[in-house]
């Protein structure tokens, strides 16, 4: 049954595109009936799909085609395509460039998400890594051709303190710089809860009720954290896992941390803890303030992208 003309075979192929046969699959379901080589044989000899006085594949595509194709499968590689719409190379890449496609890799991510953890949550309590060295790369001017200046990456390893603090639209309540190699286990958590309760009966005295956000690392779902939180009378707001778009530390706080520490170096820990302070001070009630106002909108923006992340 290799007889076969191009023109039908051509409707059989537009007719599995049509109703969404993968282009591996159609290939496979053609060689199962006309044989193995019958789509794969018309790239060499007789290559178009119209009148046998014709000596190459038709240069004419419709675009509309090319575009449901690619929208339909954003993934399908040139060859496919080929296959799918009887094209040469050439002509495809030709007409993706008209219709200003290219393609790229996509972008990398921390974590697949689930739909169980995609249920929209915030925290007002976050951790961050602050360096005591805090040399940025460098962008330099040079003549044309000669080798760029080497720069030795920051070594993670080196001296760094852990920051934890808790803070709501009105500034910062209470922060702890652990010092070095100490990290937040559910007692020092449970510890800081409790000096978070007496700042905020200091700065906070018209509150009448506590809502935390905050995320599920262990120390939050130790059981003596969970009996310190019912000792206080405070309500949790569940939070999903790998969820950094809707954390206001994520999105508002920590890159001008970062830029605030750009460039410096500290030899002590009282500098460096002197430094974060300054930072926490120098903010306007604004800063604080739109911090916790974006966090509907963040929140909004996740629960429309299904729950995935927000790529910035």
Known sequence: MNDLSRPQ???IIFYEWSCGTPAAETVTKIGKVFGETTVTD???GEKCFEDNDRCCRPTALNNDLLRDAVKEMPDVNMRELETLLG????TIS??????AYRRV????VPHALFPYQM?????????SLVLYNNDPQRAVWIPRGEEPPVQPKANLHEKKCLLSFFWDANGMLY???LPQRKTVNATTYSNELAFLALALRKKRQRCSAVHLLHDNARPHVAKATQAKLQELNWDT????????????????LFRPLKLFLKNKRFAKYEELKMAVLDFFDSQSAAFWKKGIDDFPERWLTVVTNDGQYIVD
């Open 9 to 11: 075979l051509r409707l």
């Open 42 to 44: 018309r790239t060499s």
């Open 87 to 90: 094209c040469s190379h050439q």
């Open 94 to 99: 030709n007409h993706l460039h008209d219709l």
């Open 105 to 108: 890799l996509a972008k990398w």
């Open 119 to 127: 249920q929209a949550c915030g925290t007002a309590w976050d951790e």
């Open 175 to 177: 922060y702890e710089l």
């Open 237 to 252: 707001v569940p939070h999903p896992p790998y969820s950094p778009d809707i954390a206001p530390s994520d999105y508002h």
